[in-house]
């Protein structure tokens, strides 16, 4: 069976950080990009970022560039996503999920990955 288990979530202030951690089981870590995807309440999913299972393509939502790193570490199965500046309208419940339909890329769409896990709730307080 397939996981993907979140953590790192909570509260947090107006330019704070958060690390948000996501775990794999149950798959061949290596072959999976891996995307972040955040909903606010009342809005759409959004793909944050994305981290392609080889050479290291990235992607970032121009909402998140240059405030939002995201890494991996195949040894762990996991997927990192280190939020700095942190801002209200980064309030949401992030998910990650894992795509195998592409080595070299990584997908901002949703609609093309396998595998989610159950989601982290972050908050940010102005």
């Known amino acids: 069976e397939v996981q993907l288990v979140e953590s790192g979530g909570g509260l947090v202030q107006v330019g704070g950080s958060l690390r948000l951690s996501c775990v794999a089981s149950?798959?061949?870590?290596?072959?999976?990009?891996i995307g972040w995807f955040r909903q606010a309440p009342g809005k759409e999913r959004e793909g944050v970022s994305c981290?392609?299972?080889?050479?290291?393509?990235?992607y970032y939502a121009d909402s998140v560039k240059g405030r939002f790193t995201i890494s991996r570490d195949n040894a762990k199965n996991t997927v990192y996503l280190q939020m700095n500046s942190l801002k209200p309208e980064d309030t949401a419940v992030y998910f990650c999920?894992?795509?195998?339909?592409?080595?070299?890329?990584?997908?901002?769409?949703?609609?093309?990955?396998?595998?989610w896990g159950q989601g982290t709730q972050v908050t940010v307080s102005s």
């Open positions: 981290i392609s299972s080889r050479a290291g393509s990235k």
């Open positions: 149950g798959l061949i870590f290596d072959d999976y990009a």
């Open positions: 999920a894992a795509d195998r339909r592409y080595y070299y890329a990584c997908s901002r769409d949703g609609s093309q990955y396998d595998y």
